[in-house]
């Protein structure tokens, strides 16, 4: 589809050979002479980028601006420009436009400006979606629970969300600490501004600091870039310390004077950077009990724990099992893209009674492995997938690590391949395409475990 380009210019000297360009460009073009024109044209026509010339008679080029960022901020602007008034045209792009260019310019200028402008403007329009989805994804109403426990916990956090009080968030792995930090954050005042997570665990020492606080061109070898760090990549939003309890000793003092100054110095430079940032962390350790044994710094501690919230463990609130289980239920069927609509008494029963070790995000791969194995549209069969007293996996404890860990795998892959084959009606090819394999690497694992396709299946 051509995009529509609005020129505004009262220079028909100037205009022809510029429409025309545009034209034989592929863009539809669209003409007018004064800035009053351009905002009526603007209220009744689609209209993807405006071009317009900064000196026009009645309103200029910035105030043409002005009211179509107001009206219309979705459009893409740039404003043309004598050299004697570059001023003006850096002020339009303070008001939004998305760039100028100075009188005298040629085709290929023009065109490369114009491309990079629609181009920006639509990956701002993305964002604007994306931040949009989160915002109604990401808040506290949307999470899936009805227990009281997790009741009370969130009435605890709606109580700071629109505040910037610092939150620790603990509790053991896959109880949806990360899920609670964000929904605080969407939920928030800051809802607008980015929101940031950073791996704690996942950095090493000798790039704390320059992922943290970023670094200038040539600070050090490899920089051969200027690039901000995640603190600034996060300022006037929140940032997310996951799993804070995994950084080394060493680290946490210079955490604990960036979030107590609120301000960082990237490496090579000697300018220090203001930053606005809610802070929120996460952890699956007692911290307390870290700060006893001298494994965690007691002022890091307090500086975190100034609204600590505890996420119970699955356990601790099985009425919700059988909510996240349907929840997961309808989730999983429509990735796999197959009819299972229910889960059966006795596989209910099953999963309730289960402890739930990995929690959450244990339930979640547990009812996505017994959808990709239904043979009908309920689920009768879930014990296959569970561990043990809910402590340890079903795996023969006589055996040597490696192999008892690759029996588990085979029994997971062949589940897997044998479910998936069938959710295609027995067709390889498609089945490959929904595991994401190589069609060749598909059929050694149904050869390997003496697999075979269900009848009038096919290769395609």
Known sequence: MKHRVLIVEDDEIFLRPLQRTLEVAGYEVVVVSSGEDAV??????????????????????????????????????????????????????????????????????????????????????????????????????????????????????????????????????????????????????????????VNCAAIPEELFESELFGFRKGAFTGASETRRGLFQMANGGTLLLDEVGEMPLVLQSKLLRAIEEKRVTPIGSDRVVEIDVRFIATTNKDLRGEVDRGAFRRDLFYRLSVLPVRVPPLRERTGDITLLAAHFLEASARRSKKTVRAIDGAAMQALCRYAWPGNVRELENVIERAVIVAKGDTITDVERFLTDDGERARVDLTLPFREAKARVVEEFERAYVTGVLEAEGGKLTAAAKHADMDPKNFHEKLTRYGLRRPSGGGNE
């Not at 570059?86 to 290929?108: N, Q």
């Not at 009435?155 to 968030?169: M, N, Q």
């Open 40 to 197: 009526d044209v603007l209220k009744s026509d689609d209209i993807d980028l405006v071009l317009t010339d900064k000196r026009l008679p009645g309103i200029d080029g910035v105030e043409v601006v002005r009211r179509i960022k107001g009206e219309h901020p979705n459009v893409a602007i740039v404003v043309m420009t004598a050299y004697g008034t570059i001023g003006s045209a850096v002020e339009a792009m303070r008001l939004g436009a998305e760039d100028y260019l100075a009188k005298p310019f040629d085709a290929a200028e023009i065109l490369m400006v114009l491309r990079r402008a629609i181009e920006f403007q639509e990956l701002k329009a993305a964002n604007r979606a994306t931040l949009r989805r989160n915002q109604e994804r990401f808040t506290l109403k949307n999470i899936v629970a009805r227990s009281a426990v997790m009741q009370e916990v969130f009435d605890l956090v709606s109580s700071v969300a629109g505040l910037d009080t610092t939150v620790l968030i603990h509790g053991e792995t896959g109880v949806g600490k990360e899920l609670l930090a964000r929904s605080i954050h969407w939920s928030g005042a800051r809802k607008d501004r980015p929101f940031v997570a």
